[in-house]
């Protein structure tokens, strides 16, 4: 057999086997990416719901503890949105630690913070209410409920506010 046909033979071996890792490594890479962005789309779902149910927690907290109680009956009021508020949060604290392996650690750190000052803030009001018709606790009561209204209205907007960063970036909507 000449040198010539023997190389011939061999190139031709060789473009086979390279079609056939193209085809390989192409089927591979769209197999991935295929994952990948169920993932990705997976975590953008998850990501948009739980930043409403901070919002909505958030929104009701900030109804509850709202200086301005404008309604016929202010503890049927206050007792309804506290209701509502307990709703919330409880649905807010089962989606987000039943989804948690779709967070990073920056977000998780963040959404972290933001339910330990609920908690925080909620069991304030709790003592506050709790000791409403206790005279000895009446010193310094309306100083505590601005403490309270002001984490509803200014702490807390403003972690959700660095979550809200954190998950732009992650989504790769921040602005360079």
């Keep these: 057999?000449?040198?010539?046909?023997?190389?011939?033979?061999?190139?031709?071996?060789?473009?086979?086997?390279?079609?056939?890792?193209?085809?390989?490594?192409?089927?591979?890479?769209?197999?991935?990416?295929?994952?990948?962005?169920?993932?990705?789309?997976?975590?953008?779902?998850?990501?948009?719901?739980?930043?409403?149910?901070?919002?909505l927690a958030s929104m009701a907290f900030q109804s509850l503890t709202s200086p301005r109680q404008e309604a016929v009956d202010p503890n049927e009021e206050e007792k309804k949105k506290e209701r509502d508020l307990v709703e919330k949060v409880n649905d807010m604290l089962t989606y987000l630690n039943t989804k948690r392996l779709f967070f990073s650690s920056e977000e998780l750190k963040n959404i972290d913070a933001i339910t330990e000052k609920l908690k925080t803030i909620w069991n304030d009001y709790r003592c506050e209410?709790?000791?409403?018709?206790?005279?000895?606790?009446?010193?310094?009561?309306?100083?505590?409920?601005?403490?309270?209204?002001?984490?509803?209205?200014?702490?807390?907007?403003?972690?959700?506010?660095?979550?809200?960063?954190?998950?732009?970036?992650?989504?790769g909507l921040n602005k360079h």
């Design 1 to 55: 057999m000449d040198l010539l046909k023997v190389l011939q033979l061999i190139a031709d071996y060789f473009s086979k086997i390279d079609w056939l890792a193209a085809l390989a490594i192409g089927y591979l890479f769209a197999r991935w990416k295929f994952k990948f962005e169920s993932i990705h789309k997976r975590r953008l779902e998850v990501i948009e719901e739980a930043y409403s149910k901070l919002k």
């Design 129 to 171: 209410r709790e000791t409403e018709n206790d005279p000895s606790s009446q010193k310094g009561r309306a100083r505590r409920y601005k403490d309270i209204w002001d984490s509803t209205s200014k702490e807390i907007p403003d972690l959700i506010l660095s979550l809200e960063k954190v998950f732009k970036k992650a989504l």
